[in-house]
């Protein structure tokens, strides 16, 4: 038998989960060092992908590889024209059952060479890869040095007795796509393959830095800070004696900080066996007055750690940055600085529409702005520790992260994990992770993954970071979840607040997923007896699937009124849609299935608040709105008297500036902006805004707002001066419209469709619709409203149980003063839906304009999309767009586009001037769409490129519609945003205007 390459390190490792790794390094933190010292292997490497890893040989590990291809490193594989990426949510990629694989499994070998600097002669040399996406093998000069696995943490190797000064290398890193691994990392994502995170060398001294842990802990008391930091040092034999290390923070500290180094003694067993922490060094130092590091002030001090050696030279050196501050948990609340914090959060992924988990260093910046700019102060790194540089990013501009370990069992979510062999395994991808994140205060909790269940590894997990870390807290869903199956009574129903309440090793924060404002404030309002003995953080809430986000508001209303409730992640950041190029020039995104992945989970992936390329989904804004960290009440609107409250947790309002305006049906009558209030966190300052005492009367049916803004006052790193952070708009007053006059004569609506100077203008008369297209969380929430939809006709609205009547009259006495006004129509419509139908998406009617109408505007609520449970965002005003703007493309098409609240609508066509006007709809504004699709062709289209608009305007003006809420995961819409059955009666006032034609 021609021996195999890959079984250098044990039989078949990558479907043995006891088979971690062979010949790795020990993890170490994150450090800076000089990059004379390192060489960068990112670029184009020699690749070959085999079927399976037993088809690797000799002779693809070192020798020529002419006539190979060649694939970005760091990169994906599967994002580089070989294989595919493949997405599946639960189940798993390939049948099983644990650990098996399937014996076909793409292996790449990845081949490049270096050539050692004569500098490095004498020093160690160490390979590091970033990632690799699932079993990592390495070979230099075709000699076996070392295998791992946990795809989303490095891999160091020590390679300094396979390399020589002066000489180039050749280096083979074999990457087995699905291994034993796999099923510990089965998240609901894309399973991509290859080398995805850097892949460098670096040399260090034979004494050297090994790793430096630095805890900076905050008195927020004394205002004091501590700093002990810790220094491993390691040589591959016995330390050498005399040798110190010296601790540099300019700014900090005015001489260095300097400790002698321990190590082993040759023959002093009495040294070794007292060895206090190892080999190496600590220091520490009060700092009697820092300016503690938080989200909000994100202080950071340079550490420069030196090691001398016995002559006193400075022969080693790394750098990091720290950040003072203390995180506890006391009673039902979590203490950053003393204070409990709100953790306003997002769950985030790793994605590129075209580089996979390959992100680069200018997404995940554009993904820390873009959080910081939408309010938010928190990121859970879904599901699995990040590349480094995120974690830096995070310390620079302020977001706490909850750190999670790589571990998902969900296809085998109580059995996998509880099974010891796979024990060492789930220790090392967390004990790893704290290890290299450790330094980073913006790390704030320990997660121990999710979706595992419950094992009593997990217990050990905890309290060895516990133990070994104990600056913060750990926190655990998946056990929550276990308990929640043991606990199902015989009605299905279950109590979460119970098992919530229920002592556990596991976590010290309560940290369920998608749970229900009801179990919230139960849990919140201290139940009868039991108060809250833990925070209660959501680890996944408002599951942003497509159009989505209902209830935001209602959430933090809920969080902000009940101690013990502090925020959570929202699920998730960004729709993870692959960038598909159709050959002419369009671009769609691609969703599981699209790649020949099978089994998978279709769309599911498209969870984001953003779109792949990190544009916002409405939802986005709405969740900007609700986390803004300024509000303002109504003492006295008609007098300018408003109560602003700072709802910060550490600085106070000065960085804003207040801005004001005074609107008339959306349009400003007058504006202004105050100096900055420096009202402190959880104040409040009584203001009065100068509104100017001689404002114009309002005309009949008219309404005045006041709105109050806060602008940055000047540039932040996150933002330039200028920037929207809160808002809040009051309506002043509301003019009675003028009473109607109707003329003698009903009009019948095709009066309307062919009023002799205005052809064209109507295509068809006013249809009932009590459907729409479906949203993910229509189709997918159980029980899933767009079936019960289906079962009823509604689509084709085939019932003759629903009645469906309109009135129409002249409107003689409200014809307007323009030479072509046709006269104003007034309609009313009236719809009896009845008992059965007590949850339909809409009570409404659909108008068609013909084709040429493209610009509109409207008095309502906008100006984007919103849902009456999805509109804290959406200010009243006058806003104007185009058709084309109005429906939102989500990557996987669905019901979009609603205003609420709008009062007039004005559609025209810019070829002839010809103009449409909905007025007075009501009574007191209703919901309405438009766009060039219409719910059928939207229904129809599985992807964006599928939809062709049509000429046509269509125009739904519904007296209710239901919200969106979030069902596909999580809560539905809440009964008060659904529409149910019972007489709608709706009416508005059409006016044409224009040209002659
Ligand atoms: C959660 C899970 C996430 C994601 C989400 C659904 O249960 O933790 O990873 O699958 O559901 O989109
Ligand atoms: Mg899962």
């Known amino acids: 038998m021609t021996p195999r390459p890959l079984d250098a390190f044990g039989p078949r490792s990558w479907e043995r989960p006891e088979a971690v790794s062979f010949g790795r390094l020990p993890m170490r933190a994150t450090l800076r060092r000089d990059e004379r010292w390192c060489i960068d292997l990112a670029g184009a490497w020699a690749f070959r992908l085999v079927a399976r890893p037993d088809a690797v040989t000799a002779a693809d590990l070192s020798g020529p590889t002419e006539g190979w291809a060649t694939v970005e490193v760091p990169g994906n594989w599967t994002m580089q024209g070989f294989d595919r990426p493949h997405y599946t949510n639960v189940q798993m990629p390939f049948g099983g059952p644990p650990p098996r694989v399937p014996v076909d499994n793409p292996t790449g070998v990845h081949r490049t060479r270096f050539t050692v600097p004569e500098s490095w002669a004498g020093r160690r040399v160490v390979l590091h890869v970033g990632g690799a996406e699932t079993v990592l093998y390495v070979h230099l000069d075709g000699k076996p040095v070392g295998m791992g696995k946990d795809s989303r943490l490095p891999h160091e190797l020590d390679v300094t007795d396979l390399v020589r000064a002066g000489e180039t290398h050749e280096l083979a890193l074999t990457v087995v796509r699905w291994s034993d691994a796999t099923y510990l990392e089965d998240q609901d994502h894309w399973h991509q393959a290859g080398l995805h995170r850097d892949v460098f060398l670096y040399a260090v001294p034979q004494m050297h830095v090994a790793d430096v842990r630095a805890v900076a802990d905050y008195d927020p008391e004394a205002g004091a800070g501590l700093l002990r930091v810790q220094v491993g040092v390691d040589a591959p034999g016995y330390l050498e004696r005399g040798w110190k290390v010296q601790v540099f923070a300019p700014g900090l500290l005015d001489a260095p900080l300097v400790a002698g180094v321990y190590g082993e003694h040759r023959d002093k067993v009495g040294v070794n066996v007292g060895l206090v922490e190892g080999r190496g060094a600590t220091v520490q130092a009060t700092i009697e007055r820092v300016r503690p590091w938080s989200a909000e002030d994100p202080v950071l001090h340079d550490l420069r750690v030196v090691l001398i050696d016995e002559h006193g030279e400075a022969c080693d050196e790394v750098g990091l940055r720290v950040g003072f501050r203390r995180v506890e948990v006391r009673g039902h609340e979590l203490l950053v600085n003393g204070r409990p914090v709100l953790v306003k959060g997002v769950n985030r992924h790793e994605h590129d529409d075209r580089r996979g988990k390959a992100v680069t260093l200018d997404s995940m910046l554009q993904d820390v702005l873009l959080m910081k700019r939408h309010n938010m102060n928190a990121v859970r790194t879904s599901h699995y520790p990040n590349h480094p540089a995120f974690y830096d990013l995070c310390d620079e501009y302020g977001l706490y992260v909850v750190d999670e370990a790589n571990i998902e069992s969900h296809a085998y979510l109580r059995s996998l994990t509880k099974d010891a062999r796979w024990g060492q395994a789930i220790l090392e991808r967390v004990t790893r992770m704290a290890a290299r994140d450790v330094n980073h205060p913006s790390v704030i909790v320990w997660s121990l993954g999710n979706e595992a269940g419950w094992s009593p590894t997990h217990d050990a997990a905890a309290a060895w970071l ?7 807290p750990v926190q655990y869903e998946s056990a929550l979840t276990e308990r929640a199956y043991e606990a199902f009574g015989a009605d299905g129903e279950v109590s979460h607040p119970d098992i919530w309440r229920e002592p556990r090793a596991d976590t010290d924060v309560v940290a369920p ?5 009801a179990d919230l404030v139960a849990w919140g309002s201290g139940g009868d007896a039991v108060p809250p003995s833990r925070p209660l953080i959501m680890c996944e809430y408002a599951h942003a699937m497509g159009n989505s986000g209902g209830s935001l508001a209602d959430y933090w209303d809920a969080i902000e009124a009940h101690a013990g409730l502090q925020g959570g992640f929202v699920w998730d950041w960004v729709d993870q849609g692959i960038a598909i190029d159709t050959g002419d020039g369009t671009t769609y995104w691609g969703y599981g299935g699209d790649f020949g992945d099978e089994p998978n989970d279709g769309p599911f992936c498209l969870n984001g608040l953003v779109f792949p390329d990190r544009t916002p989904h409405p939802a986005l804004a709405e969740l900007k709105k609700v986390l803004q960290p300024v509000a303002v009440e109504a003492v006295d609107v008609a007098t300018g008297r408003v109560r602003v409250t700072a709802k910060t947790d550490f600085v106070d309002l000065s960085w804003l500036r207040p801005a004001w305006e005074i609107t008339v049906d959306g349009r400003i009558v007058a504006d202004g902006t105050l100096d900055p209030l420096t009202v402190g966190p959880g104040e409040s300052v009584e203001v009065t805004i100068p509104v100017p005492a001689d404002l114009p009367p309002l005309a009949a049916g008219e309404q005045r707002h006041l709105t109050v803004r806060f602008l940055t006052a000047h540039d932040l790193p996150w933002v330039p001066a200028g920037h929207e952070v809160a808002w809040d708009q009051f309506l002043v007053a509301s ?17 309307l469709v062919h009023p002799e100077r205005f052809v064209g203008v109507f295509a068809g008369e006013p249809e009932v619709r009590l459907w729409r297209a479906p949203t993910d969380n229509d189709t997918y929430a159980t029980p899933s409203p767009a079936a019960r939809w289906e079962q009823w006709g509604l689509r084709e609205l085939v019932r003759d149980d629903v009645t469906f009547t309109t009135r129409t009259a002249d409107l003689d006495a409200d014809a307007g003063d323009d030479e072509a006004d ?3 129509v007034w309609v009313e419509h009236t719809v009896v839906v009845p008992a ?17 109408f ?4 409207w008095f309502g609520r906008g100006p984007h999309e919103n849902y009456r449970d999805r509109c804290a965002s959406a200010a009243m005003g006058r806003w104007s767009a185009t058709v084309d703007d109005w429906p939102v493309l989500y990557a996987h098409p669905q019901g979009t586009g609603n205003r609420t609240g709008v009062r007039w609508l004005r559609l025209w066509r810019a070829a002839d001037g010809v103009e449409v006007v909905f007025d007075r709809l009501g009574p007191g504004g209703i919901d309405v769409t438009v766009s060039h699709l219409t719910d059928e062709d939207i229904h129809d289209a599985a992807h964006t490129v599928d939809l062709r608009p049509r000429p046509e305007t269509y125009v739904w003006l519904d007296a209710a519609h239901r919200g969106v809420g979030t069902g596909a995961v999580g809560p539905d819409t809440l009964p008060r945003y659904r529409v149910g059955p019972g007489t709608y009666t709706w009416s508005y006032v059409v006016r044409m205007r224009g040209r002659h034609t």
Not at 466 to 472: I, K, L, S
Not at 735 to 751: D, S
Not at 854 to 857: D, G, K, L, W
């Open 836 to 852: 059965e139908l007590d949850d339909v998406a809409r009570v409404g009617v659909r108008l068609v304009l013909g084709p040429g």
């Open 513 to 517: 997923m998608y749970p229900s404002i």
């Open 854 to 857: 493209e610009e509109t505007e």
């Open 735 to 751: 003019a009675p419209p003028l009473p109607l006059v109707l003329g003698g004569r009903a009009r019948p609506w095709a009066g």
């Open 466 to 472: 516990r133990a070994w870390d104990g600056t913060r």
């Open 822 to 824: 046709a006269g104003g």
